[in-house]
């Protein structure tokens, strides 16, 4: 038996290792023997001991770092969208961050550390945006079209928000999280050119119905517009089926929560100022009905409507003006016209009528509501369903089914800000 006295390797405190090969071995946790111990290679050992500077640097930094740095991305986001709310930002921007999130970006940051901040977290981001989406993976709750223009916009608004907001409140442990400020917008805009064009079609020319997303973005967009109301009168004419005018002419008698029915009995005059009204079209007045899905809207919209003054001219109706006095639904036709365009769209907001036509008669395991034509072309004002069938229903394709049942499985149509 040997009688050497054995040597072993005293360990100090460095937690990064560099080898005269180039290759690293660094401690996650900062301090030798905590976390995990990962390797690193380099072709020189100049390049690595370069490397291990930094990383020395932010181990430390880490250490004596609040919690906060450990949280996920979607953590952190959730966490600022509650604050905002809290805060009182306006409805519509937390609307646009969260689908923005749901849609874009959760798919690419999934469970990633906030740690895990890096440039090619935030260009990936903007790759996934440009390719179609692969219906392969339930993680992908896109329509197939690729982003438009307008949505890279959108898309980097809501990321730069974000990371002013984590990095004020110690969440990124780097100093430029998702990389500096210049080369974030380098990507940006690379993106911007190789997106695609706002689509050109009017109305639903194509026969294609609208998907769930497109209507929640037009919705959010109204939104801007129309603040407080824009986006809840998109989802009341989706529901419905109602066109404009006969939405503008609700009051707050006009739609029963419990058993969804709206009664049509009105529409505004766009010839004689508000608030004259006449008959919906055709000179038929009937009952429509809400679907189910969106009756909190109403019972919102009828709550609102009774809180103000009663001598307040506008003291029971669902939708009060906005930027007109007098020609209240040529405005309002206006402001949807320009939420569309802010979509990058073309269509108009009658579009919604199509959309609930098609819907209302789709069976529920793709999506729709299930109800029988005769019916739903009674609630639209039709008493041909031939003509209303015709007329109305559009083309419902595989990837717009997925695409919807993508959008429910993410909260559907939950106006809160729950964005996880």
Known sequence: MSTRTRRTHLR???????????????????????????????????????????????????????????????????????????TGVVDSSIRQYKSNWNVWIAPVFKGSACADAKLPLWTRVFDEALKPADSTK?????????????????????LNTFISWAEERGYFLVEAPFGSAVRRRKVAKAARKLAREPDSREGLMDGVVLDFYEVEEYAIAYEEQYPGYGYKLVLTSFSTGLRIAECLALKDDSIDPATGDVFVDWQLDRDRPWPAVKPPK???????????????????LIASARDRDPSDPEYGWLFPRHRSTTAWADQASKLGKAAAEAT??????????????????????????????????????HSSPAFFFDTYVDRVTDDIKEANAAFLAAGGWDTSSDAS
């Open 344 to 381: 990058g769209q073309a269509w108009r907001f009658h579009a919604l009528r199509h959309a609930n036509a098609t819907y209302t008669i789709l069976p529920e395991v793709d999506g729709g509501q299930g109800k029988q034509h005769v019916q739903a072309a009674a609630w639209a004002g």
């Open 138 to 158: 339930a993680e992908s709750p896109r329509r197939t079209r690729p982003a438009s223009k307008t949505t890279i916009d959108s898309l980097e608004r809501t």
């Open 282 to 300: 055709g000179d038929k007045p009937r009952v429509a009905t809400m679907w189910e899905s969106h009756r909190h809207i109403a019972e919102e």
């Open 12 to 86: 100090d405190d460095d937690p990064v290792r560099v080898y005269a090969s180039g290759a690293v071995r660094y401690w996650t946790g900062g301090v030798p023997g905590q976390g995990e111990r990962l390797p690193k290679k380099f072709r020189t050992e100049s390049e690595a001991q370069a490397w291990a500077v930094g990383k020395r640097k932010e181990l430390a930094r880490r250490r004596g770092a609040e919690p906060k740095v450990d949280s996920r991305l979607v953590e952190a986001f959730q966490e600022m969208l509650n604050t905002m709310t809290a």
